[in-house]
């Protein structure tokens, strides 16, 4: 499970002043992730899936570095792409 530590590491983060706001986009971008796959899946079989902790990284990441930034590209392709893997390997499985 990615935690704010890891993503203040990639994003090369030294303080602390944003932390909650971190985490309220991590926390987000895990039921984005999610629901995106399937709405009534739950976060823990989700999870199972290699894809998920990097879509979710990438996602929080990615709307904290462009928060300001007005931009066309809502979703990077990255994320789309595991997020197409992850759907077709759920619903395989289920």
Do not use: C
Not at 25 to 44: P, R, V
Not at 78 to 89: F, S
């Amino acid at each position: 499970m990615v935690q704010v530590s890891d993503l203040k590491t990639s994003m090369r983060i030294d303080h602390t002043m944003d932390d909650d706001f971190i985490q309220q986009l991590l926390d987000t971008a895990t039921q984005y992730i999610i629901s995106a796959i399937d709405s009534k899946a739950e976060t823990g079989v989700m999870a199972t899936y290699e894809q998920f902790d990097l879509a979710v990284s990438l996602l929080t990441q990615h709307w904290y570095l462009n928060r300001q930034e007005a931009s066309s590209e809502r979703i990077p392709v990255t994320v789309q792409a595991l997020i197409q893997q992850m759907r077709g390997a759920y619903y395989a499985d289920h």
